[in-house]
């Protein structure tokens, strides 16, 4: 069977569109998705940037909301625009929900959670940075006891800070990214492509 490392962040809208593709497309093609939950702040912070560049160049910006509109309705996707400041302002911070992820990767409730929040976020313009609505989230998709806890502990923490080294060592700039034995593939635009590579006898 084929594999893709499939490197996600929740403030990334065109993650969003991967996300709620990927699981069924790995499957016709009979690749294994490994999820690879990171954060693209610090790796923009090494270029120079503050925030996501869809906020620096306006006009790109513009064009990605209308864009992501027309394929969340090609997709059959709820869609709704997230406010440019105030709370739940894009990109929105994914750091808990990320760090939740990884623990319900472990515990087998990860993709399930990790669509609820993109759906939570990108199609009903909900704050995932709230942590009622997260453990709502995390209940729903399966996990059980203190998730709050175990995602705060030190060992997650540094977890999830190796996870964005990996991904910079890896070249990864932006999200979504696919990686089929090494080779990078950036973009939701490139899912397919990926999961042929994949297809195709790369692990």
């Given at each position: 069977m084929g594999r893709i490392d499939y490197w996600f962040e929740f403030g990334s809208t065109y993650s969003y569109l991967s996300t709620m593709r990927i699981g069924t497309?790995?499957?016709?093609r009979g690749v294994e998705v490994s999820w690879q939950p990171f954060l693209l702040g610090p790796i923009f912070a090494a270029q120079g940037w503050d925030t996501s560049p869809f906020n620096i160049y306006p006009a790109k910006g513009e064009y990605m909301?209308?864009?992501m509109a027309r394929q969340a309705d090609k997709l059959g996707l709820p869609f709704r625009r997230l406010p440019p400041e105030g709370p739940?302002?894009?990109p929105q911070n994914g750091l808990l929900a990320t760090?939740?992820?990884l623990v319900g990767f472990d515990e087998g409730w990860g993709d399930a959670f990790t669509r609820a929040v993109f759906t939570a976020e990108f199609g009903e313009g909900r704050d995932v940075a709230d942590?009622?609505?997260l453990a709502e989230l995390a209940s729903t998709a399966g996990a059980d006891g203190?998730?709050?806890a175990r995602a705060q502990t030190d060992?997650?923490?540094s977890r999830l800070r190796g996870q964005v080294e990996r991904a910079m060592a890896?070249?990864?700039f932006g999200a979504p990214s696919f990686l089929v034995s090494g080779e990078l593939y950036w973009g939701n635009d490139r899912l397919e492509e990926a999961l042929e590579a994949a297809a195709g006898g790369k692990d």
């Open positions: 497309l790995a499957r016709e909301w209308a864009d739940g302002a894009f760090r939740m992820a942590q009622a609505l203190d998730v709050m060992a997650n923490k890896a070249g990864i």
